[in-house]
């Protein structure tokens, strides 16, 4: 019999027994990292409010990152169950279609999503940390939070705002053992990035922006992810972690 991944990691890599939140584990990247951290022994809840029928692994908790009581409560309920809270990943979030960009109400619920519900689970998760004195809160950017993209203003202003919100709040919260960054996903594979995805000739373009001349996939995300929470990242917070095919440092 073969060890687990998370009996043969060295001890400073290694997130067995954390206990983490995913919030949009339901598909896509927040599927992925949810599974993936579970694989690697952590304890996880995943957040969404909808999951498919397939296995998935952890914790699956039906919720709505938008429903400010709801998400606030489950937090404490799962420090009530486990005692603790070592990890969470704001990772849900929203994209609004072309055709409604500008408008008031998508800026609006855009915002709502993106920003002001991490905003909230990351102080609510934050002060539930500070009882034990350490903890790591991973926030799902976007090369959009950096970059100008066409048709997606409210998106991008949402994740540039979240971005900004990681960096304050790490200082915030430093001095309590809490470290807190943000994960920023190049193009991946997603429902969310299908449209670009299905036509070919964007497909394309988007491939020789990398520098790995490749998509990302939900998997490559885990890894990062997992870093981030770990001993391994004890000193670090405050970053912007590009996992991005090599997009955001290519020039020419």
Same mark, same amino acid.
């Given at each position: 019999?073969?060890?687990?991944?998370?009996?043969?990691?060295?001890?400073?890599?290694?997130?067995?027994?954390?206990?983490?939140?995913?919030?949009?584990?339901?598909?896509?990247? /927040?599927?992925?990292?949810?599974?993936? +951290?579970?694989? =690697? #022994? @952590?304890?996880?809840?995943?957040? !969404?409010?909808?999951?498919?029928?397939?296995?998935?692994?952890?914790?699956?908790?039906?919720?709505?990152?938008?429903?400010?009581?709801?998400?606030?409560?489950?937090?404490?309920?799962?420090?009530?169950?486990?005692?603790?809270?070592?990890?969470?990943?704001?990772?849900?979030?929203?994209?609004?279609?072309?055709?409604?960009?500008?408008?008031?109400?998508?800026?609006?619920?855009?915002?709502?999503?993106?920003?002001?519900?991490?905003?909230?689970?990351?102080?609510?998760?934050?002060?539930?940390?500070?009882?034990? /004195?350490?903890?790591?809160?991973?926030? +799902?950017?976007? =090369? #959009? @939070?950096?970059?100008?993209?066409? !048709?997606?203003p409210a998106y991008q202003a949402s994740k540039a705002a979240l971005r900004q919100i990681t960096k304050a709040m790490a200082v915030d919260y430093g001095r309590y053992g809490i470290r807190i960054n943000s994960l920023c996903p190049g193009y991946v594979v997603t429902a969310m990035t299908k449209r670009s995805w299905d036509d070919e000739d964007l497909r394309r373009a988007r491939s020789q922006r990398m520098i790995l001349g490749r998509w990302g996939?939900?998997?490559?995300?885990?890894?990062?992810?997992?870093?981030?929470?770990?001993?391994?990242?004890?000193?670090?917070?405050?970053?912007?972690?590009?996992?991005?095919?090599?997009?955001?440092?290519?020039?020419?």
């Open positions: 019999m073969t060890d687990s991944p998370a009996s043969t990691a060295p001890p400073v890599f290694s997130i067995a027994g954390r206990v983490v939140m995913v919030t949009g584990a339901g598909r896509g990247i /927040g599927h992925a990292i949810a599974t993936g +951290l579970a694989r =690697l #022994g @952590a304890i996880v809840y995943g957040m !969404d409010v909808e999951f498919t029928d397939r296995e998935n692994g952890f914790k699956a908790i039906h919720g709505d990152v938008g429903d400010e009581d709801a998400s606030d409560q489950l937090l404490s309920e799962i420090v009530s169950i486990d005692g603790r809270l070592d990890g969470l990943v704001n990772n849900a979030g929203i994209s609004p279609p072309p055709d409604d960009c500008y408008s008031r109400a998508t800026f609006e619920r855009t915002l709502e999503i993106n920003t002001l519900a991490p905003l909230r689970l990351s102080w609510t998760a934050a002060e539930l940390m500070k009882r034990h /004195g350490s903890g790591s809160i991973v926030n +799902l950017t976007s =090369l #959009g @939070a950096q970059f100008g993209f066409p !048709d997606n996939e939900p998997q490559d995300l885990i890894g990062p992810c997992a870093f981030l929470l770990s001993d391994a990242a004890n000193y670090i917070t405050g970053i912007d972690l590009a996992v991005d095919g090599g997009w955001s440092a290519k020039g020419i």
